[in-house]
Nanobody, 122 residues
Framework: QVQLVESGGGSVQAGGSLRLSCVAS????????MAWYRQTPGKQRELVAT???????IHLPSVKGRFTVSRNETDYIGYLQMNSLRPEDTAVYYC????????????????WGRGTQVTVSS
């Protein structure tokens, strides 16, 4: 069984920074895409950033230039560095990853963390 656990959320003032971490543990053979999503009450979960196994990244236009997604393949950790935070970035942030537990697995399984709250005050 694989688990994803996010950390690093908190409360900051506008213009501040936070660094979110996502630690994967359990039976892991390989990662494919890792992604960060966010969700506010009453709204659909929104894709914030993705990073592929080769390091290619995609960022939501509203966070481009402020947020940076990265990953550590050796330790199975993903990061989301968030700078110049705005009140509209307030949300629960979730980590998502496609993982194989065995070299014989034909497909990647999708895993989610439980989320970490980010609150930005003006």
């Amino acid at each position: 069984q694989v688990q994803l656990v996010e950390s690093g959320g908190g409360s900051v003032q506008a213009g501040g920074s936070l660094r979110l971490s996502c630690v994967a543990s359990g039976k892991i053979y390989s990662f494919n895409v890792m992604a960060w999503y966010r969700q506010t009450p009453g709204k659909q979960r929104e894709l914030v950033a993705t990073i592929a196994s080769r390091g290619n990244t995609i960022h939501l236009p509203s966070v481009k230039g402020r947020f940076t997604v990265s990953r550590n393949e050796t330790d199975y950790i993903g990061y989301l560095q968030m700078n110049s935070l705005r009140p509209e970035d307030t949300a629960v942030y979730y980590c998502n990853a496609a993982i194989k537990s065995s070299p014989t697995d034909s497909t990647y399984d999708d895993y989610w963390g439980r989320g970490t709250q980010v609150t930005v005050s003006s």
